[in-house]
Every structure is written in C-alpha cells, then in structure tokens.
C-alpha cells in the first residue's frame, strides 16, 4: 500500500477511537509524530491500534507498566503527553 495511504488511514484510527480523551492522546500523537516514522515505526504504531484505549492510556500516563512488547522509543514519546492539547 502507498505510503501516504497508509498514514492517512492510520490517522483516521488513531483519531476514530470511541473516546474524545483516547482520541487526543493516540491522535494528537500520531499528528505530532507519525509524519516522521520510518516503516518500521508505522508498523509498530498500526499493530498497537489494535490494544484497548484504555490499556493505551495507562500505559502513556504510568498507571500500568508497558507490556515488553511496546517497550522502546515509541512508547517513550507517548509518555511525555507534550503533544496533547490542554487548555489553561
């Protein structure tokens, strides 16, 4: 599949997740990242849309420790939440 397909439809997953909270923190992170990922990450990213919202979400904010199998630098820029928008 075409790259730019592909990111397209992973952005729609990634903003389409059942929850305004799940969709800023797993949309807002592919928006602030996934322009840059390599096929690998794309990968990684499109396999870990398949884990529950709210198992993502513990795993980002700490609340659960991160499965060996999503453990690495991706998970590590989900932790920082800097892309998740907060109003003042």
Same mark, same amino acid.
């Given at each position: !599949?075409?790259?730019?397909?592909?990111?397209?439809?992973? $952005?729609?997953? /990634?903003?389409?997740? +059942?929850?305004?909270? /799940?969709?800023? !923190?797993?949309?807002?992170?592919?928006? =602030?990242? +996934? =322009? +840059?990922? #390599?096929?690998?990450?794309?990968?990684?990213?499109?396999?870990?849309?398949?884990? *529950?919202?709210?198992?993502?979400? =513990?795993?980002?904010? +700490?609340? *659960?420790?991160?499965? /060996? $199998?999503? *453990?690495?630098? !991706?998970?590590? =820029?989900?932790?920082?939440? #800097?892309?998740?928008?907060?109003?003042?």
């Amino acid at each position: !599949m075409d790259r730019e397909i592909r990111l397209k439809r992973l $952005r729609f997953r /990634a903003w389409h997740r +059942g929850t305004k909270e /799940a969709d800023l !923190m797993i949309g807002g992170f592919f928006d =602030a990242h +996934g =322009a +840059g990922w #390599n096929d690998g990450e794309i990968d990684w990213f499109e396999t870990f849309l398949e884990e *529950q919202d709210v198992d993502i979400m =513990a795993w980002a904010i +700490g609340t *659960q420790d991160v499965p /060996a $199998r999503w *453990q690495g630098p !991706m998970i590590e =820029a989900m932790k920082q939440l #800097n892309f998740v928008p907060v109003q003042k």
